[in-house]
């Protein structure tokens, strides 16, 4: 099933996120519902961190008052408290006794004191507190840097129709040569890939012309966009797993519909030609 490879992100539960955000985060009975209906249809993992406002703990309800199970990932930062404290918290929050996979959410806390946050992360594991320690990143230097770091079991990178496999086939070969899991996240660009090229913010304008290309190509191979972007992420041999967010049912609904699309050849093709000149602007928090 298609869906096992789809990890529900939760950053869009806590915060009003998003690039063409017009509902705001969901109010809680709708979170459940997109929870509940997720794992039904085969979704059972959860990217959480603790910067996503209130998105732990409103799990963590749902999870005590429903009988359904989720691997949940998490995430932390080096600065304030310890790494200890912030898993424990984080557990707390969730009402769960084990994080998945636990991630640097930023690799500069990685760069500035490697060993001693590796035997931290390494301890947790020991103790049964967390199974994988994951980082997550941005650059393709990042993730060549963490594929080579023995103790790193998981990488969650970008990867969407404009940041290709042009862009990221190599680095991605790494991670996988080192039989790490590789996730990618912004498979929607933060839902920009729903808006018309002729809508963009100034700021965003040079990439209009490949956005434009996309709806044209969509429209004549009569695939709706979105499912685009998402079966390519899903087609992808070297791609684990794939993150999406939601902020509402509609959305899920349609995503995990759209999941069991099979692209052709030609559509991938097609793709692997767009080469976006400024790469700066495919990283969103250039946007603002
Ligand atoms: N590790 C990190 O540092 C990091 C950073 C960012 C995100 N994340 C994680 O990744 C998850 C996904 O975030 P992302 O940035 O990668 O977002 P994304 O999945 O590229 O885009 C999500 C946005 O696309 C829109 N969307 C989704 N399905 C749609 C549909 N069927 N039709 C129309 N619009 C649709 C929604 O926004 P609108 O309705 O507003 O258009 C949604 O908020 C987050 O929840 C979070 O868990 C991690």
């Known amino acids: 099933m298609v869906a096992e ?49 209130d998105a732990q703990t409103i799990i963590g309800d749902f999870l005590q008052q429903s009988n359904v199970h989720f691997l949940l990932n998490s995430k932390f930062h080096t600065q304030g408290e310890s790494i200890s404290e912030q898993a ?43 199974v994988k320690i994951g980082v997550s990143v941005y650059s ?42 590789l996730q990618v996240r912004s498979v929607f660009l933060q839902g920009l890939f729903a808006k018309q090229a002729a809508t963009l913010p100034d700021k965003l304008a040079p990439l209009a012309p490949y956005i434009d290309q996309v709806y044209e190509h969509c429209k004549n191979s009569n695939i709706p966009v979105m499912t685009m972007a998402l079966v390519y992420a899903l087609q992808m041999p070297l791609v684990d797993k794939v993150l999406i967010g939601v902020e509402t049912m509609e ?15 030609s559509v991938i093709n097609f793709i692997h030609q767009i080469n976006v000149e400024d790469e700066a602007l495919l990283y969103p928090y250039n946007w603002t």
């Open 251 to 265: 959305q899920l609904k349609q995503n995990i519909e759209a999941a069991n699309t099979i692209l052709e050849e």
């Open 88 to 130: 424990k918290q984080t557990l707390k929050d969730l009402q769960t006794k084990q994080i998945n996979t636990y991630f640097f959410h930023d690799v500069q806390d990685l760069y500035s004191d490697k060993e001693k946050t590796l035997r931290s992360l390494l301890a947790l594991k020991d103790a049964g507190l967390i």
């Open 140 to 181: 393709n230097e990042e993730i060549s840097y963490c594929a080579d770091i023995e103790a790193i079991d998981v990488i969650q990178a970008p990867f969407n129709l404009l940041d290709n496999a042009n862009k990221r086939q190599e680095s991605f070969k790494r991670v996988k040569d080192r039989y790490k899991e």
């Open 5 to 53: 490879k789809l990890i529900l992100g939760t950053v869009q539960f806590g915060l009003n996120y998003g690039i063409n955000n017009s509902t705001g985060k969901p109010a809680k009975a709708e979170i459940f519902d997109i929870l509940n209906y997720a794992s039904e249809h085969g979704i059972n993992e959860l990217d959480c961190a603790r910067a996503y406002g």
